[in-house]
């Protein structure tokens, strides 16, 4: 059971470069969601998804897109990098049981953009 | 979500039982109080959580007091990786698409 992945651990992008990061879980979770984290900022809700084939946007959704083909992934596209996206991202897998809510995250991605 | 109070830092010494405590006075009937941590370059992590009573797991202890307006984190033996910044949230049901909040925290450290 290796909970919830991220790929890469690292990228480095140039300015308008397009590019793919990848969030896998095997907890048969319906919900995931991408969050970023900034110095000071906390985590911020960029997209989430509540089942395969469902996705909604989060509080800071613009030049991102995600898609939830499968339960197990839900990638995050960025479509033409800016340096405001330099940030960690974390996917989370979201355990519920009744009303309690559990929230997996993965190790996070490092992103710098130039 | 009710909003949650907690000392900017903590030490301990490893070994040493570590106890965080949390104030959520606003705390209403249906919310629970949840911990989190993250280990310094690492993902958040979910420590625990409760409603009203009293939880154990592998990892820690939750204390919720009576009237549910505080709570306290205990850490039974504290070692050198449980240093981290310790999260307590305050969050009720039905609360998709809603960004967990994480505030600032405790930064524990412990040392040897």
């Known amino acids: 059971n290796a909970g919830v992945t991220q790929t890469p651990k690292f990228q480095v992008l140039k300015t308008g470069q397009s590019m793919t990061l990848q969030c896998a879980q095997d907890m048969n979770h319906e919900y995931m969601s991408w969050y970023r984290q900034d110095p000071g900022m906390g985590l911020r809700l960029i997209h989430y998804s509540v089942g395969a084939g469902i996705t909604d946007q989060g509080e800071v959704p613009n030049g991102y897109n995600v898609s939830r083909s499968t339960t197990e992934d839900f990638p995050l596209r960025l479509l033409s990098a800016a340096p405001s996206q330099t940030s960690v991202y974390f996917c989370a897998s979201v355990e519920h049981h009744g009303q309690k809510e559990t929230q997996y995250f993965g190790p996070g991605t490092r992103l710098l953009v130039l | 979500d009710a909003k949650t109070t907690q000392p900017p830092s903590m030490d301990c010494a490893e070994g040493r039982a570590a106890n965080l405590p949390c104030n959520h006075s606003?705390?209403?009937?249906?919310?629970?109080v949840y911990w989190y941590r993250q280990i310094h370059s690492q993902g958040p992590q979910y420590i625990i959580h409760?409603?009203?009573n009293n939880e154990t797991n592998e990892m820690a202890s939750l204390i919720i007091t009576e009237d549910r307006k505080s709570s306290t984190l205990i850490l039974p033996h504290a070692t050198l990786r449980d240093t981290a910044v310790y999260y307590c949230i305050v969050r009720g049901a039905n609360q998709a698409g809603t960004a967990l909040i994480f505030g600032k925290g405790t930064t524990l450290s412990v040392s040897s």
């Open positions: 606003t705390i209403s009937g249906n919310e629970y």
């Open positions: 409760g409603l009203k």
